[in-house]
């Protein structure tokens, strides 16, 4: 085996969890509040760092894009949450995600969207944005999209693919489009 190829072997893991804490230190020194262990992948955009604030051992896989449509927008990632590369966090007013949730990749959360009103152009109307607040211990399966408004209950599983238009009781299990639920966790 080539010296590389061992070196990689041995030590890639560790030198990846570096260049992910790296990243974070980096995005810290660009205005996130970002706390201590917290892992930023490669090719993770962030607008606005200002805007973003987590707790400790936060991990944001590669390729995420956390945009925030303007200053005053917030999201806050709660202590050992998880989003997956490729999701998408599109936010104007404020997001919350609990501690522990786990955002799986590929996944869309938003809380706003274009007005509609008849009678004009929908780029001249604006948006209309509503918090989403994801609890704790909350599970999105892979490519999962929120709307604006939702809260997604402390404990809940919202399957994979699933569209989530209105609220979920803690503890439940949703899945389809839109979203229904279909069942409990068991404890």
């Not at 262990?37 to 805007?51: A, E, F, H, L, W």
């Not at 929120?146 to 994979?160: D, T, Y």
């Not at 569209?163 to 299990?173: E, K, L, S």
Request: charged share 25%; proline share 4%; hydrophobic share 45%.
């Amino acid at each position: 085996m080539n010296p590389i190829a061992w070196f990689e072997r041995k030590f890639g893991e560790q030198l990846g969890v570096a260049w992910d804490r790296l990243r974070a230190i980096a995005w810290r020194c660009r205005g996130a509040r970002i706390g201590s262990k917290n892992r930023i992948g490669r090719g993770c955009v962030i607008d606005r760092p200002s805007t973003i604030a987590s707790e400790g051992r936060v991990q944001i896989e590669h390729s995420v894009y956390l945009k925030t449509v303007g200053d005053t927008a917030r999201i806050t990632l709660g202590e050992h949450a998880f989003i997956g590369f490729g999701t998408e966090l599109d936010i104007a007013l404020e997001l919350n995600v609990g501690r522990h949730a786990l955002i799986a990749p590929g996944c869309f959360i938003t809380d706003h969207v274009h007005a509609r009103r008849a009678g004009t152009r929908i780029d001249d109307q604006g948006t209309d944005s509503r918090a989403v607040v994801i609890g704790d211990d909350a599970w999105l399966g892979a490519h999962a999209v929120v709307l604006p408004g939702v809260r997604i209950g402390e404990g809940a599983v919202v399957g994979a693919g699933a569209v989530v238009t209105r609220d979920v009781p803690a503890g439940a299990i949703v899945a389809g489009v839109p979203a229904r639920v279909i069942g409990q966790r068991k404890p």
